[in-house]
């Protein structure tokens, strides 16, 4: 696109993530300083076919860093995953005049762009998942809060468990992914962490890791599920079978998901929120903002939607390492 971007929509999709809210807030100031006007579309795609807009002034945004959860709703939609659907959401962002859009979002979200890019939309992307799911990036906003909530959640069942000398079994989100467990699992004292990357081998996991925990003494036990890897439940259910102990469990659901994000988040949301809304402003499309140490850079939409993220082998070492030490 030759002409230069004067007004910009902005939306968020798929499952919310603390920070979204500061990438926004970023984006409309970012827009505002470089003389575009920001639109917000409500609930993601979804609100795109349905024209639901708001203008977006630097006013708008005041106070949002601090905020979690997303004010311009998120959703996921059925309609827009057609092609159909898409033309529409592309005829609907000409209509409204709006020249560049800025998605943020995680792997879903992305398709959705991309297909709005291959109908001549221009449009970059941002990583905002507690999943921390997305290939072309080490790391995507939400994540640490998200880490941060269950790790509190897991020190705070760990104490409890500790009086009662009981086994905990907690299940954390991620979707088909292990970042959360593993993180959460290492930074509060698992005796063992089920990630789907990992096949599920409950005797070489679970059972063997409680016999060498008994055997050096622990009177409790705390194991770290991702919901992609086994249900919580069935994995206590195992537990209680095989060893007689008490176990309990703890689905941690959607808290992880709330909450204000931290100021990694706050701060790699604004970030790439800026770095977003510049790279439309200079005629660069169909990119995600990425983040690999502190360097920010972007990649092609088409190539990130077809990247798939590993574990770092690395913290695969370790973590045996370390709960061996158990
Ligand atoms: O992608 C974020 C996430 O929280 C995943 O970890 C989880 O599997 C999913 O969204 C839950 O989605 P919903 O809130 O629609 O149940």
């Known amino acids: 696109m030759s002409e230069k971007i004067k007004k910009i929509g902005i939306l968020t999709s798929g499952g919310d993530a603390p920070g979204m809210n500061a990438?926004?807030?970023?984006?409309?100031r970012?827009?505002?300083?470089?003389?575009?006007?920001?639109v917000g579309i409500r609930r993601g795609y979804q609100g795109l076919?349905?024209?639901?807009?708001?203008?977006?002034?630097v006013e708008d945004v005041s106070g949002l860093a601090s905020r979690g959860g997303t004010v311009l709703y998120t959703a996921r939609s059925a309609e827009f995953a057609?092609?159909?659907g898409v033309?529409?959401?592309?005829?609907n962002l000409k209509a409204a005049g709006i020249q560049g859009l800025v998605a943020i979002g995680g792997d879903g979200t992305f398709r959705g762009a991309y297909d709005l890019s291959k109908e001549g939309v221009c449009v970059c992307c941002i990583p905002g998942t507690i999943d921390n799911d997305i290939a072309c990036t080490s790391y995507t906003i939400g994540f640490d809060t998200a880490c941060n909530t269950a790790m509190e959640a897991v020190d705070r069942i760990r104490d409890t468990m500790k009086s009662h000398e009981r086994c905990s079994v907690v299940e954390v989100m991620g979707h088909r992914a292990g970042h959360l467990a593993l993180n959460v699992g290492i930074a509060?004292?698992?005796?063992g962490i089920l990630i789907p990357e990992t096949p599920v081998d409950l005797e070489n996991h679970v059972l063997a890791r409680i016999r060498k925990a008994r055997d050096n003494g622990r009177t409790f036990l705390l194991f770290v599920v991702a919901e992609g890897a086994a249900k919580a439940e069935d994995v206590a259910a195992c537990i209680r079978l095989q060893t007689g102990i008490e176990t309990r469990v703890t689905v941690l659901g959607h808290v992880q998901?709330?909450?204000s994000p931290l100021v990694h988040d706050r701060i790699v949301a604004t970030r790439m929120g800026y770095t977003a809304v510049k790279l439309l402003s200079e005629g660069v499309t169909g990119q995600v903002v990425c983040l690999n140490g502190d360097n920010y850079f972007w990649t092609p939409i088409e190539e990130a939607v077809k990247m798939k993220k590993g574990l770092d082998e690395e913290i695969a070492v370790i973590l045996d390492a370390i709960l061996t030490g158990c």
Do not use: S
Not at 87 to 91: N, R
């Open 30 to 38: 970012t827009g505002a300083y470089l003389g575009m006007e920001c």
């Open 23 to 28: 990438a926004i807030r970023a984006c409309v």
């Open 87 to 91: 033309k529409k959401g592309a005829e």
């Open 49 to 57: 076919l349905e024209n639901d807009f708001i203008e977006l002034k």
């Open 82 to 84: 057609t092609p159909e």
């Open 188 to 191: 509060g004292g698992a005796t």
């Open 257 to 259: 998901r709330g909450g």
